[in-house]
């Protein structure tokens, strides 16, 4: 029994260990013998990250920087580890995590390292220029380098030294020996983007005016070797080499380069730009034919925008419209009808400069100036950009018309200001240029652009002769004349009330009239000397320009009554004195309040200016004073008619008692006088406001300041009543009498 017993759980334990070894892993989570690289996942081995294979007899490493091109990103170098990899930023660059090793999981890439951003990083007299992963160091202008070299290192030690020859360019030898030696330099670099990326380089930094005029001859010298020549597009990369030249080109007319430009004298500024307006275009077309692929390239370099359209047969027949930044141009061209258009690819290319129209204001006016209007000629000035259009061959794309519009540099007042569209017409033989408006029109103007239309291609901008530029260049003498005008008046103006007051013997309602109106004007004048300029407190120039609105108006007002006055005694009206004069001080003091009042409601906003305080212009306000001073103009000319014809009618028919009609005859002059005074003053102040002009600034600013010196002379001077009582007054006094004797 126990042998069997045995031998049963024997075969017992060996079923079992056989069932343990065929199903091994069925009912198990553990994974077969993994590899040491590897994990077991999903009962499975697999390679850990970064390696590859079956995960139990092989994981190679992945070696990312082959598998990912490019993985670093930009100026950055790969390197692979074991299982990873790792990146490091080239020289004159820096991960922007901070870390010397990085990866780009989280974003982090290389940025340029500003080396300029050290002070004095290049030495004193000196100018740092940060590059893309580099920097280098150039002269001042009016300096050189201790080198001789244009650009340098500060581990060259190379120092600026003063420039011993910084009038150069007035020198005939020392300039061509300059133009001699730069032309060289490049006249043995055959291929163009060599060339050009040489003279880029060469013009970085701050030039001097002999600079300007040596690398302008040498970029007419390439232009012409690049039109001379063939090259193949394999040869040449293209778009590098425009790339290039309009950065050469940005070197020369960028703003920070005026300063070079304006050192120049007329002539040779002209002459130099015109040779660097034609190379831009010529070298760019020239440029353009060596690829039979090239469509389109647009290049914008600091203050120098191009772009370059090669158009094909079918495109030669439609409107080419480019945006230049703000502005813009349009070519169109002429219906070829049933002709057969020429064969062949035809360039366009398209150019702005931002700053360059500063250095080329004309030295004479081409035209711009309506005499009429202006008594002479403010600062004629390029207000926008200069922009340029140039086809490669004319004939394959005849021209209609070019259509530009370019916005102001500075915004303009269209009813003032003279715009006028301008082209630089110049000569290919001489390369002497001027700006011409012939071909061109004016098409529509507003305050901040101006739309052209031209017959023809070249070099375009907007001339600008301001208006009231004009009027300031006279501003100091108009202020002097204004000034001493208005004392004299409040003298003369103190004296004719002294007289109206003083002397009892001349008192009457015309003498009441005629102190009223001049202690109106005389607080007018006293307020325009002393407050008209104070503009800077708002509320109180407003006071300012209400108070003169309602002296002014007295003024007016007065000036009515003594019409008035004369028409009742001539018509033979009898009246009650008292009862008249009441009325008369209501209708002088109260009508003008009654004016100011409405408008100080209706648009107190419109009192005092920023330059003046006095009513604006804005919204015809200023017509709330002209509107009734022109009114009472035609009421007392309406008066003075009648006055006349009845003057005339009874000296003539009725013959009455001389000394009666002589003496109305002399109010009437006397009254006539101080309506032409006021009247004509006004008169040329409406003038002035519609065509503000230098002559009617004179004529008014002459008139206004004065006035009072002439009422004083026609109502008293010219008065023999007046003259007596002086007389009489001073002819008691010693020192006096023998004047009067």
């Not at 540099?409 to 630089?424: G, H, L, R």
Request: hydrophobic letters at 40%.
């Amino acid at each position: 029994m126990s042998p069997l017993l045995n031998s049963s759980m024997k075969l017992v334990l060996l079923e079992v260990w056989i069932f343990t070894v065929l199903t091994q892993g069925i009912f198990s989570d553990t994974c077969p013998q993994c590899h040491q690289l590897a994990k077991c996942e999903d009962k499975s081995c697999k390679c850990v990250e970064g390696y590859t294979g079956n995960g139990i007899s092989t994981c190679k490493d992945d070696d990312e920087c082959m598998k990912v091109p490019h993985i670093c990103g930009d100026h950055a170098t790969c390197n692979n580890t074991p299982g990873s990899y790792y990146c490091i930023c080239e020289s004159g660059y820096n991960s922007t995590n901070g870390q010397e090793k990085f990866q780009p999981n989280d974003g982090s890439h290389c940025k340029d390292i500003n080396e300029c951003s050290q002070p004095e990083r290049c030495g004193p007299f000196s100018n740092c220029h940060n590059t893309n992963g580099s920097f280098h160091c150039s002269c001042h202008r009016d300096y050189v380098s201790s080198t001789g070299a244009k650009l340098f290192q500060p581990e060259t030690r190379t120092t600026c030294l003063k420039n011993p020859r910084p009038n150069c360019h007035q020198e005939s030898e020392c300039l061509g020996n300059r133009v001699k030696s730069i032309v060289q330099n490049i006249s043995g670099i055959n291929d163009p983007q060599q060339l050009l990326e040489e003279m880029r380089k060469q013009t970085a930094g701050e030039l001097t005016p002999t600079d300007v005029i040596a690398y302008t001859e040498a970029l007419s010298t390439a232009v012409r070797k690049f039109e001379g020549e063939t090259h193949s597009d394999e040869d040449v990369p293209v778009k590098e080499a425009i790339t290039d030249f309009v950065k050469t080109v940005n070197n020369l007319v960028e703003n920070n380069e005026l300063e070079a430009w304006n050192r120049l004298g007329d002539h040779d500024r002209e002459h130099t730009l015109t040779k660097l307006f034609h190379s831009a275009e010529k070298g760019t077309l020239a440029l353009s034919t060596i690829s039979s692929n090239l469509t389109t390239v647009e290049v914008k370099q600091g203050d120098v925008e191009l772009k370059l359209y090669t158009l094909d047969a079918q495109e030669k027949k439609k409107k080419v419209s480019v945006s230049l930044g703000v502005n813009s141009i349009a070519l169109t061209p002429k219906q070829q009808g049933g002709a057969t258009a020429l064969n062949g690819r035809v360039s366009i290319v398209f150019l702005q400069y931002k700053h360059i129209g500063a250095v080329l204001g004309p030295s004479e006016d081409p035209g711009l100036v309506d005499y009429s209007r202006f008594a002479a000629a403010g600062p004629i000035t390029v207000n926008s950009d200069v922009i340029a259009a140039a086809i490669g061959s004319p004939q394959m794309y005849p021209l209609e018309e070019v259509t530009f519009t370019l916005k102001h540099s500075e915004t303009i007042d269209p009813v003032v200001d003279v715009t006028k569209c301008a082209f630089w017409e110049y000569s290919v033989d001489t390369m002497e240029g001027r700006w011409a408006l012939k071909g061109c029109q004016r098409s529509q103007v507003n305050t901040s652009h101006t739309t052209c239309t031209c017959n023809h291609l070249t070099h375009f901008a907007i001339l600008m002769s301001s208006g009231r530029a004009n009027l300031l260049a006279h501003y100091h003498i108009l202020t002097r004349i204004t000034q001493l005008g208005m004392v004299i008046s409040l003298i003369c103006l103190s004296l004719c009330i002294f007289t109206f007051w003083f002397f009892s013997d001349i008192q009457s309602t015309r003498t009441t009239i005629h102190k009223n109106l001049c202690c109106s004007l005389f607080m007018a004048e006293f307020i325009f000397l002393v407050g008209i300029n104070m503009h800077a407190h708002k509320l109180f120039c407003s006071a300012i320009a209400g108070l003169l609105h309602y002296f002014f108006l007295a003024a007016f007002a007065w000036m009515c009554i003594e019409g008035i006055h004369l028409y009742l005694i001539v018509v033979g009206v009898i009246y009650n004195k008292g009862f008249l004069h009441r009325n008369f001080y209501i209708f002088g003091y109260g009508s003008p309040a009654v004016v100011v009042a409405i408008s100080a409601t209706l648009g107190h906003k419109y009192y005092g200016t920023n330059t003046v305080c006095w009513l604006s212009t804005e919204n015809n306000f200023i017509w709330s004073f002209i509107g009734p001073a022109c009114l009472i103009i035609l009421v007392n000319l309406l008066a003075f008619a009648v006055i006349i014809f009845k003057v005339y009618r009874h000296t003539a028919v009725k013959k009455p008692e001389l000394s009666h009609y002589e003496n109305i005859r002399s109010c009437a002059r006397g009254a006539m006088a101080l309506l032409f005074v006021l009247g004509a003053t006004w008169t040329l102040g409406v003038l002035h406001i519609l065509n503000e002009t230098t002559l009617t600034a004179y004529l008014f600013t002459f008139a206004n300041a004065f006035q009072g010196m002439f009422i004083f002379i026609f109502l008293c001077v010219l008065s023999r009543r007046i003259q007596e009582e002086y007389y009489r007054l001073f002819k008691n006094v010693p020192c006096c009498f023998e004047c009067f004797s």
